[in-house]
């Protein structure tokens, strides 16, 4: 990693008087020792870690969460709190010195296992960042009057100093910066420069130790090498609404030494943001400094992967109207399709043991085909992990032919299904709102394909089912359809139908419906899960609607 702070070296060894002045008595110098760090990790994966450290005659302590950073100062029985904003699961040295008279000091480090997720409201993210594998451009609002100022921070307006139109230095108007994500909740920060960056002069010193600055003239100075130009960022939210922005060892174009902002506004056409700084060299107050951009003219529209064809249907179940061909790597398209995360209620009010999640290790388009993988892995609680899929607001339908060609999981347990609900179903309650299920299968019954359908007395275990066997349902690909009029609804794989059912007035079955996919494990249907069960993957080639 860059580092932007040149590292404390002052004793860090068990005992040292190196950093002692010959003429200045101290009494009896004695080095901290057993030093003891306590770690407290929060449990909702947010990243936050307290340390709390103790030891025999210390006076106070330095805790480096990160290398490269200043460390946390905190003294004797006072707790020292750092937020990790890199998603993902993965290890993390923490070094704690405990200063004792004279600055001699002990030290000690540790190794913590973090599993970090920090999701970014839907509506924030999509303002600030775009789609997803697209990433938005931001630059200086500098044609107006305003978009850079300076204040106290007791008060929330710069009151000391705001920028006219274009009045600060071009090596500051030229910059870039590009907020993107992955759709998996991971955040990338970057700053483009033209090799400069401008500097609040109280800063220049940080990382040009030589340097002589002028009071109060701010300078361009190329610090690429210094920070991150490519990196991370978080945006968090606390129980008032204030959302954090952070940039990973960066900052938002002007370097005034804070890497971390206050969002005050943030639509798709403007974002502001407050941002506190502590100078380096001379030290003094602190200050807020308030910036304003606005969106990158060059920025890209977003690309199109809505499955909407455009195509009306023709009242025969024979015109294409919507269609994923999983054909683009990465995330599925969020034009199409949300996810639903967690264990629901009761396991999805089935008794199911998975947790849903929306990581890459359980759903991604790979290859072609959109592939939602069962693990048995410890995650929030449960002993399993999977995914499910739904177009619920994105594709809804009214009768229909769905077409989807998969290839099924394997495994005692596993619980692969292609089905379809009532899309007033949050206020029409299950059974009532009606539900189509295209394709079940589950691994202790190998090769038997189930349809059902689930309406008012006829729910649950008593819902109207048929089912086929299929040899090598997990082995090869096989279409599923399923044909809905107002008059009959039809099941079938690979052409052959095996389960009729007459619709008619009075059925829940003629009002639109919206697609899910996904893979339960266990639960009422699905069974007994094998003990030995590692993972298994349902493969889905297409899915096709037509009307």
């Known amino acids: 990693m860059k580092k932007i702070f040149k590292p404390l070296l002052i004793c860090l060894l068990l005992v040292s008087t190196a950093c002692q002045n010959d003429d200045t008595t101290f009494g009896e110098v004695i080095a901290?020792?057993?030093?003891?760090?306590n770690v407290d990790i929060a449990n909702d994966f947010s990243g936050v870690v307290t340390i709390t450290a103790t030891a025999e005659n210390a006076i106070y302590y330095h805790v480096y969460f990160q290398q490269g950073i200043d460390p946390v100062v905190v003294s004797e029985g006072e707790e020292a709190t750092f937020r990790y904003t890199v998603s993902g699961i993965y290890s993390q040295e923490i070094v704690v010195i405990a200063f004792g008279k004279g600055g001699v000091s002990s030290s000690k480090s540790i190794i913590i296992d973090l599993e970090v997720q920090l999701m970014i409201e839907e509506g924030t993210l999509l303002n600030i960042a775009g789609e997803a594998n697209q990433g938005k451009r931001w630059i200086w609002d500098s044609s107006n009057a305003g978009?850079?100022?300076?204040?106290?921070?007791?008060?929330?307006?710069?009151?000391f100093f705001v920028a006219g139109p274009?009045?600060?230095?071009?090596?500051?108007?030229?910059?870039?910066?590009?907020?993107?994500?992955?759709?998996?909740?991971?955040?990338?920060?970057?700053?483009?420069?033209?090799?400069a960056t401008f500097i609040n002069w109280s800063e220049v010193k940080r990382f040009f130790p030589e340097a002589?600055?002028?009071?109060?003239?701010?300078?361009?100075?190329?610090?690429?090498?210094?920070?991150?130009?490519?990196?991370?960022?978080?945006?968090?939210?606390?129980?008032?609404?204030?959302?954090?922005?952070?940039?990973?060892?960066?900052?938002?174009?002007?370097?005034?030494?804070?890497?971390?902002?206050?969002?005050?506004e943030l639509t798709d056409e403007k974002l502001v943001i407050r941002g506190i700084q502590d100078p380096f060299d001379p030290p003094g107050n602190e200050l807020a400094w308030y910036h304003t951009f606005v969106p990158d003219g060059n920025n890209p529209p977003p690309p199109d992967c809505s499955g909407s064809t455009g195509d009306p249907g023709s009242g025969n179940n024979d015109v294409l109207v919507w269609a994923d061909?999983?054909?683009?790597?990465?995330?599925?398209?969020?034009?199409?399709?949300?996810?639903?995360?967690?264990?629901?209620?009761?396991?999805?009010?089935?008794g199911e043991e998975q947790y849903?999640?929306?990581?890459?290790?359980?759903?991604?388009?790979?290859?072609?085909?959109?592939?939602?993988?069962?693990?048995?892995?410890?995650?929030?609680?449960s002993n399993y992990t999977s995914a499910r899929l739904i177009t619920y607001q994105k594709f809804e339908f009214d009768y229909g032919r769905v077409e989807a060609r998969a290839k099924l999981p394997t495994g005692g347990g596993t619980w692969p299904a292609i089905w379809t609900l009532g899309n007033d179903f949050e206020v029409n309650t299950w059974p009532a709102c009606g539900e189509m299920d295209i394709m079940e299968h589950v691994g202790n019954d190998q090769d038997r394909i189930f349809s059902s359908?689930?309406?008012?007395?006829?729910?649950?275990?008593?819902?109207?089912?048929?089912?086929?066997?299929?040899?090598?349902?997990?082995?090869?690909?096989?279409?599923?359809?399923?044909?809905?009029?107002?008059?009959?609804?039809?099941?079938?794989?690979?052409?052959?139908?095996?389960?009729?059912?007459?619709?008619?007035?009075?059925?829940?079955?003629?009002h639109p419906f919206f697609l899910i996919v996904n893979v339960a494990m266990g639960g009422n249907f699905g069974g007994t899960i094998d003990p030995n069960f590692?993972?298994?993957?349902?493969?889905?080639?297409?899915i096709r609607v037509y009307e």
């Open 166 to 195: 274009n009045q600060l230095d071009p090596c500051m108007y030229d910059d870039v910066l590009i907020f993107s994500h992955d759709g998996n909740n991971n955040y990338r920060f970057q700053l483009e420069t033209l090799g």
């Open 453 to 510: 359908l689930h309406y008012p007395g006829n729910s649950g275990g008593n819902a109207q089912t048929e089912s086929v066997v299929v040899p090598g349902v997990s082995d090869d690909f096989h279409i599923y359809t399923m044909d809905w009029t107002p008059d009959e609804i039809r099941f079938s794989v690979d052409g052959n139908v095996y389960h009729t059912f007459p619709n008619s007035t009075g059925l829940p079955f003629d």
């Open 325 to 350: 061909e999983f054909d683009e790597d990465g995330a599925p398209c969020d034009q199409d399709w949300t996810y639903d995360i967690g264990t629901g209620d009761n396991g999805w009010g089935n």
């Open 534 to 542: 590692v993972e298994s993957t349902m493969e889905i080639d297409y």
């Open 212 to 264: 002589e600055p002028q009071e109060f003239v701010d300078e361009c100075r190329n610090i690429d090498d210094q920070i991150e130009v490519d990196t991370d960022f978080s945006i968090i939210e606390d129980t008032n609404g204030e959302r954090t922005l952070s940039v990973t060892n960066s900052t938002m174009s002007y370097w005034s030494g804070a890497t971390e902002y206050i969002i005050l």
């Open 356 to 381: 849903y999640t929306n990581r890459p290790e359980n759903i991604v388009v790979e290859n072609g085909v959109l592939k939602i993988t069962a693990k048995a892995e410890a995650f929030q609680g």
């Open 32 to 37: 901290p020792t057993n030093l003891v760090i």
């Open 147 to 159: 978009h850079f100022g300076v204040g106290d921070p007791a008060e929330n307006f710069p009151n």
